[in-house]
């Protein structure tokens, strides 16, 4: 081997660890586990309101749930359903019933650091979509 194919061997090798380390902290940043919430305006001009979504990524399975105010202050807390995370961009839908007629809401955003900006939309309904930002709670623990 001459010192010319060595060096080309050791700058292959340098190159490769890079690209692996860049692979791994880009798919680090785009893990959505957490707690994000952000906050939308009040009805009819009533307090906002603060939803908290819960994400979980264990072997390429993202599953949770979304709390949002309820009425007498009891959070109405439900589990979110197929769910797609591809590349930054991450998608979701919640069901929930009320007077016995069920309503799914499809949220789609894109993920970037500890924020996810995106749209929701009520699915087959009629209604605009709007628009929701959500930042990932940072350095908190949970004890037991």
Known sequence: MTVRSFLKAIAGAVALVGLVTFAQAEDKSLDPSGTWTWTTPGRNGGPDRTSTLTLKSSGGTVTGSLSTPGRGGNPNKTDIANVKVEGKTISFEVTRERNGT??????KGTLEGD???GTTKIKDGDRPERKWSAKRSTGATTGS
């Open 115 to 117: 924020t996810i900006t």
């Open 102 to 107: 069920s309503t799914t809401t499809v949220y």
